[in-house]
Every structure is written in structure tokens, then in C-alpha cells.
């Protein structure tokens, strides 16, 4: 079973929308794919529609979430089994986030084998789907650290925009630290994401992504696509929400590369 990360300390360079169509693109070719959602931001779990069944008063007001998430596999030591859940899309499943998560890098600090917990978790759904794709925050903190340390592949998004390429070599060293503690870990590709055909600086970033990364960016380059921003507040996959747009092509497309590729 393939393990996939997708990591940048950069925000809003296009992680979770992803992990979240790339995944539901593999899962409507027939694999079954588990997501999970690392991010104390939750945007992942509510991407697929998934906090919107609970009461937003309850889950704002005490803190606590009203569902098991990964939170409690992390510093609960609960089963993945009991945490994880359908969503509308046959064959994909997510383990959800909460905004509790925030606290659990700090809870976590002093916990013993600290950058091996989700490692460690994983093994009880062992081989039980065909890939386990994880969404990481925008920072190299434990939780990110974890999300590396679980992984045989790492997948970095790259927005085509300015300052595409900083803090990739800060990533790059960081995952080559992580296979102290996890050896099988490399770079599975690079995702161009947001390209707009309209500025000469998107196609910049492309040339020079593939210069640097050479065969490891995909050819597939999502392009810059309003359904695709539009699509999670509706709790909706892509292919929920509008299947003929060009965001819905990109990450199909993206899917049978990255099927041909690795599956
Ligand atoms: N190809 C695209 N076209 C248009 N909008 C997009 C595209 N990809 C992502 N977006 C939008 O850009 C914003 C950032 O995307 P996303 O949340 O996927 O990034 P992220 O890397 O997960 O962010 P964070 O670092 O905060 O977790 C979101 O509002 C999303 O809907
Ligand atoms: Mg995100």
C-alpha cells in the first residue's frame, strides 16, 4: 500500500485541492483510497462535506469535536478503523480533522517516538486500500514532520506564481532528514497548480520547475480555475460540482498519469 504526502510549508499553493480531487479522480477508476486530512484547518474534511453535518455552534463553542478525527489517533492512540469515514464518492474514504488538532503539535512534543505516531497508526489498516494520500498544513512542524515519516512518496504542489520555487530546498533537505527515521521515503512528483495561460510568469514557473525537477513534475499542469475554488463550499468533489470544467479535466488527467505511474 502507497503512501502518499503532499507537503509544502507554503500556503494556499493548492495541497488540499489535491488531495482531495486527485483523490476522488483515482477513486472513480476504481481504486480505493483513503484521504486524511492533517491540517488543524480542516479544509479537506469540509471540501468533501464532512463537518457540514454537525452543528457548527457545538464544535465553535467548547472546543472539542463533536467526531473522532485524527487527533485522537495521534494522541489518543485510537484505531484509524474507528476514526475513518465514507464520503459521497464510492471508494474514497477520509480520516477528518478538527481544529483541536492545533494543540496536539504541543501535546505531542514530549510523547515518546513523537515523529513516528501516524507511522505507527497507519499499520492497523495495513494493505487494507489501495493508496493512502495525506494532506499536510503549510508548516515543516511535527505534524507535517509525521505525515513524512508515514509516506513512501512525497508529492509537492507548486503554485505558477511568484516565489514558486522558495523554501522548496528547505523541503527538499527536510525530506532527505526524514529518511533517517523512515529510508523508503523520495520525491513521487511535482504538481504545477493555478497556472493561468494569460501571464508569461506562469509560464516561467512551469520552464523553470521543469528545468529543476525535470522528469519528476507531471505533465498534467492544473490550470487556474474558479469551479475548483467554488466546488468545497458546496461540500462537493469537482466532479460533483461541475465534471466538464477544466479543473475537473486537469485532475483527471492528473489521475491517469499518476495511475500509469505509480499503480
Ligand atoms: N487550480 C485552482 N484554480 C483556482 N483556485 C484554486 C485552484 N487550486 C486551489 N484553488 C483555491 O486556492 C485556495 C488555496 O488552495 P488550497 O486550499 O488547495 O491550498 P493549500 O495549499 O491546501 O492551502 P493551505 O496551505 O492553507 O492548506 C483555495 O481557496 C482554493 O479553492
Ligand atoms: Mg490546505
Given amino acids: 500500500m502507497d503512501i502518499f504526502v503532499i507537503a509544502n510549508q507554503k500556503g494556499g499553493v493548492g495541497k488540499t485541492t489535491t488531495t482531495l480531487n486527485l483523490g476522488a479522480a483515482i477513486a472513480k477508476k476504481g481504486k480505493k483510497v483513503l ?26 463553542t467548547d472546543g472539542k469535536a463533536p467526531y473522532k478525527n485524527i487527533y485522537n489517533v495521534l494522541v489518543n492512540s485510537t484505531p484509524i478503523h474507528s476514526v475513518f469515514v465514507t464520503t459521497s464518492t464510492p471508494n474514497l474514504f477520509l480520516v477528518p480533522s ?4 492545533a494543540g496536539a503539535e504541543i501535546e505531542m512534543v514530549n510523547m515518546l517516538s513523537r515523529e513516528t505516531l501516524l ?46 520555487l522558495e523554501g ?20 513521487g512528483g511535482v504538481i504545477l497548480t493555478m497556472y493561468d495561460s494569460r501571464t508569461k510568469l506562469s509560464s516561467s514557473v512551469v520552464e523553470d520547475v521543469r528545468h529543476f525537477f525535470k522528469e519528476s513534475a507531471f505533465e498534467t499542469v ?5 469551479r475548483l475554488s467554488e466546488a468545497p463550499s458546496h461540500g462537493k468533489t469537482i466532479f460533483q460540482y461541475d465534471s466538464k470544467s477544466t479543473g475537473a479535466r486537469a485532475y483527471n488527467s492528473l489521475a491517469r498519469e499518476f495511475i500509469k505511474k505509480f499503480l
Avoid at 98 to 101: D, E, F
Avoid at 222 to 226: G, K
Fill in 35 to 60: 484521504l486524511i486530512d492533517l491540517d488543524p484547518q480542516a479544509n479537506l474534511s469540509s471540501g468533501l462535506g464532512f463537518t457540514q453535518q454537525f452543528d457548527k455552534q457545538s464544535w465553535d
Fill in 98 to 101: 478538527h481544529l483541536s488538532l
Fill in 119 to 164: 507511522k505507527k497508526a497507519l499499520e492497523d489498516i495495513k494493505n487494507e486500500f489501495d493508496l493512502v494520500i495525506i494532506d499536510c498544513p503549510p508548516s515543516l512542524g511535527l505534524l507535517t514532520i509525521n505525515a513524512l515519516g508515514a509516506s513512501n512518496k512525497l508529492l509537492i504542489p507548486i503554485q505558477c506564481e511568484y516565489f514558486a
Fill in 168 to 187: 522548496l530546498g528547505q523541503l527538499i533537505n527536510t525530506m532527505n532528514l526524514i529518511k533517517g527515521i523512515n529510508p523508503t521515503l523520495v520525491l
Fill in 222 to 226: 492544473v490550470p487556474r480555475n474558479v
